[in-house]
């Protein structure tokens, strides 16, 4: 059987719940956004426009719940890339948004450009266990009012997998839509095949900023589905419990969804999990063990909802166990620095753990393909199974024996494992990025989202 | 006296709030020597947390109650303080903002706790403050120093824009202007023209002391 776990029991489940339903009717949730606090008004929410104090009664959450869907797929430029969800395999995310990059030729830390998301998109399509790319680092050779916008275009243009993007303000969600219909040709592509989804913060504890709000709510007359992805900082922005901030996480990524689901019913949702801990010394946010087990628990109440959840973490041996919870996304491949920088070989590297540790969790499968007790049965006492036709089909199956793709056995293990790997990951960045551009755009698109880019420059950009 | 002075170190330094107001309000009531009470009580408190801190003895959150306390008790105080006959002089006025478009407001929260934690006085505007509501509490306040906080690419240019709005308005020269926040470095701080970086709370009280030329300040 497979590896499963469990981090909270029913009872705990239910706990969890209501401590949300005191938070979200009594207590209340501040919703900064205009155009949200108006719908939620007008369905019956309890609404104080001078405070933005919005309180969410059981009712309103369940009606909410029930237009969620509960199944969907995010789509991919490539439709072999499709992502369906709930998912039959967890799939990574890349992790985004850094403000430097690891600089394959030298080894050193710069500030990242617009053509480093596309390099890392290149990269991230050449990793079996990414599903979705957040855009990775950031485009700083860009103006700032619209570099969020240039990330999209410069991902979109490197990986032909599920795209995961932000916006900073309203303005951003023409342009963002424009791009899309280049790429798809059409509104109803746009529509219908949901390659970008986005991702959405809240403001721990129990706040909705207005700007990103009001520019995905745009997008959200397109369908594009919102992972609404709390992260709070354990005895920082929630308290220094796991259990309440468990209770904090489901309160807020509840709340979005009665907002987005509100203002359009049916749009797709993902419920996110993103705590860190505190450092007790200088207050910045560690992805520890605690938020291994808090996002655990999300995951447990994400299924209590059916929701498809999206969990951060990843890439090392802490993710076994959230493997073993069986989330659809897990976010957290391809950077270091608490996700300050975007480091290839580190992808790659990941990549390589993520797989091994898939293997763990996948567990012992006993059924007619691994019953080889015939093959004891025909060596006997002395024989071998080099030769057997059971160990060459083995071999070639992954769920059964692990054969990493890019790291041979012989890196295992020794002194230097890790120093030896990162060369050898070094060269595979080398070796991705020197080859063909894969699914590439063809040019006249590529000339096109240029264009947008420009004329997005042009309007919301500052005039030099 | 002494042991009332003692009291009021002890509720500054282990960050119970409620024993600094209520001493605090015994001072006024009692109209003891306000000079006293800070340099001899309060104060003592809050400089002896800074220590334990900077020691590694004291943890954030132990760091944050005691500066709580330090400015509840202030409040309190203050109008009293500020009569000149108080003989009382704070150590410098400080405004410390996350700038607009941007919400991360925990490294300044740290910071601001840090500067409370040494003696100076500090005015928190928030998170994602207009750059006009920064300039006018500046002209309001007239602090010693403006520290201005950015998390986000997008928004480290507002530093670079305030620091523009203040030499259009030729108040430039009249206030130190002080930068941080993760992606914040170095250099930016030297492009905008900012007078000071600092990447952690602590190089943040150097810094500012280093500005206001005050000898004889440790973190
Ligand atoms: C916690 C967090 C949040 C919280 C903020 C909660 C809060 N109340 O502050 C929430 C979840 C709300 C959030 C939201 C977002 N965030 Co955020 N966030 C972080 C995170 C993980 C930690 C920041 C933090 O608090 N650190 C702890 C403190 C103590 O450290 P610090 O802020 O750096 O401060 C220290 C020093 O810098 C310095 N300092 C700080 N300020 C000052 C000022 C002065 C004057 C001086 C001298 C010194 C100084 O001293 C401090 C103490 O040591 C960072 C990643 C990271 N590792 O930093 C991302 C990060 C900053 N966020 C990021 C992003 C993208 C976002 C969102 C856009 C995400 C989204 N899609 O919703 C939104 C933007 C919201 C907005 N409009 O601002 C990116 C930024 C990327 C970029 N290119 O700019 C980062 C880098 C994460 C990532 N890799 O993607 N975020």
Redesign the pocket.
């Known amino acids: 059987m497979k590896l499963r776990t469990q981090v909270l029991s029913q009872e705990e489940v239910e706990l969890v719940h209501k401590r949300t339903l005191e938070l979200l009717e009594h207590v209340g949730v501040c919703i900064k956004s205009e155009r949200a606090l108006k719908v939620l008004a007008e369905s019956g929410a309890e609404v104080d426009f001078n405070t933005q104090i919005v309180k969410i009664s059981e009712t309103l959450l369940w009606k909410c719940l029930n237009t969620a869907p509960k199944s969907y797929v995010l789509g991919a430029r490539n439709p072999k890339f499709d992502f369906p969800m709930p998912a039959t395999k967890v799939g990574h995310i890349l992790d985004?948004?850094?403000?430097g990059i690891i600089d394959i030729e030298t080894g050193e830390r710069r500030p990242s450009t617009k053509e480093d998301v596309f390099q890392t998109g290149r990269v991230f399509q050449q990793m079996d266990m990414g599903a979705v790319a957040w855009s990775g680092c950031?485009a700083l050779d860009m103006p700032p009012e619209t570099h969020s916008l240039h990330e999209f275009a410069a991902i979109l243009q490197g990986t032909s997998k599920h795209i995961q993007f932000?916006l900073?303000h309203g303005g951003e969600s023409k342009y963002a839509i424009e791009i899309l219909k280049a790429v798809l040709g059409s509104e109803e592509e746009v529509i219908n095949r949901k390659i970008a989804s986005v991702?959405?913060?809240p403001?721990?504890p129990l706040t909705h900023?207005d700007?990103?709000l009001d520019a995905y709510l745009e997008l959200a007359e397109y369908d594009v589905p919102v992972n609404i992805y709390p992260?709070p900082?354990v005895g920082l922005?929630s308290p220094a419990s796991l259990f309440s901030t468990v209770c904090l996480i489901n309160a807020e990524v509840l709340s979005g969804l009665v907002i987005y689901q509100l203002v359009k019913p049916g749009l797709p949702l993902m419920y996110g999990s993103c705590s860190?801990t505190a450092d007790p010394r200088?207050?910045?946010?560690v992805d520890k063990e605690e938020s291994v087990l808090i996002s655990m628990a999300s995951r447990e109440m994400a299924k209590f909802y059916h929701l498809p959840s999206v969990l951060s973490g990843g890439g090392s041996s802490e993710t076994v166990p959230q493997y073993m919870i069986e989330p659809e996304l897990i976010d957290g491949i391809g950077t270091m620095d608490?996700?300050?920088t975007t480091d290839l070989a580190g992808l790659v590297m990941q990549n390589e753990f993520c797989n091994r540790n898939i293997r763990i969790a996948q567990g012992i499968r006993v059924d007619e393909e691994t019953d080889l007790i015939a093959d004891i049965i025909k060596q006997g006492p002395g024989g071998g199974f080099l030769g057997s036709k059971s160990t060459r089909k083995m071999f070639r199956d992954n769920s059964e024996i692990y054969i990493s793709k890019h790291f041979p056995d012989c890196f295992r293990h020794t002194a230097n494992e890790h120093a030896d790997m990162r060369l050898h990951a070094i060269e595979i960045v080398k070796s991705i990025l020197d080859g063909p551009v894969e699914d590439e755009l063809p040019q006249s698109v590529q000339l096109r989202i240029d264009e947008i880019c420009k004329n997005a420059d042009r309007a919301l950009g500052k005039k030099a | 006296m002494k042991e009332l002075l003692n009291k009021m170190r002890v509720s500054v330094l282990e960050g119970e709030e409620e024993d600094a107001v209520a001493l605090a309000k015994q001072a006024l009531a009692e109209k003891l020597d306000l000079k006293t009470v800070m340099d001899e009580g309060f104060v003592l408190g809050i400089r002896e947390a800074g220590q334990l801190y900077a020691e590694g003895e004291y943890y954030l959150p132990d760091l944050v109650c005691s500066a709580d306390a330090m400015k509840s008790a202030l409040a309190i105080l203050d109008e009293a303080l500020k009569k000149p006959a108080s003989g009382f002089t704070s150590k410098g006025k400080i405004v410390m903002t996350t700038v607009q478009?941007?919400?991360?407001?925990?490294?300044?929260i740290?910071?601001g706790a840090m500067l409370t934690a040494v003696g100076y006085e500090i005015y928190d505007l928030g998170s994602d403050v207009p750059n006009v509501v920064v300039l006018e509490a500046i002209y309001k306040i007239k602090p010693d120093v403006v520290?201005?906080?950015a998390?986000?690419?997008?928004t480290m240019v507002e530093q670079k824009n305030i620091i523009e709005d203040l030499k259009v308005a030729g108040t430039r020269n009249g206030v130190k202007v002080?930068?941080?926040?993760?992606?914040v470095t170095h250099e930016w701080a030297n492009k905008i023209g900012a007078d000071g970086?600092?990447?952690?709370?602590i190089s943040?009280v150097e810094?500012v002391n280093r500005l206001l030329l005050r000898e004889g300040m440790k973190a």
């Open positions: 985004g948004i850094t403000t950031s932000e900073r991702l959405y913060c403001i721990s900023d700007s990103m992260c900082i922005t860190g200088t207050g910045d946010y608490d996700g300050m | 478009g941007d919400v991360h407001d925990i490294g300044k740290i910071v520290g201005l906080s998390l986000l690419t997008t002080i930068v941080g926040g993760a992606p970086y600092s990447d952690d709370a943040a810094l």
